[in-house]
């Protein structure tokens, strides 16, 4: 899987974690819906990234599906970039 964000292109080499969110019925029969389907993935350069799903896109969004919540640098690549002097 790739995707493309801010002119980046990342490529998934392999998802860590999945899981889903889910709310009330929007019409008051009291049963749940899955809302959001989770991924924490990591891409090539070991950066940890959580991207969603969105099964009901909100009708501002341009009916945007997938989402970008989180992004955890691999620790090992940002101590490389620190100067302890």
Request: proline share 1%; charged share 35%; hydrophobic share 30%.
């Amino acid at each position: 899987m790739r995707f493309r964000w801010r002119d980046t292109l990342y490529k998934v080499v392999r998802v860590l974690e999945k899981w889903k969110s889910t709310g009330d019925c929007r019409h008051g029969s009291g049963e749940q819906y899955v809302r959001k389907h989770w991924f924490r993935v990591e891409v090539t350069d070991g950066t940890q990234m959580e991207i969603y799903f969105d099964r009901q896109p909100r009708s501002g969004t341009k009916k945007q599906r997938w989402w970008l919540a989180t992004i955890v640098e691999d620790e090992k690549k940002g101590n490389q970039d620190v100067d302890a002097t």
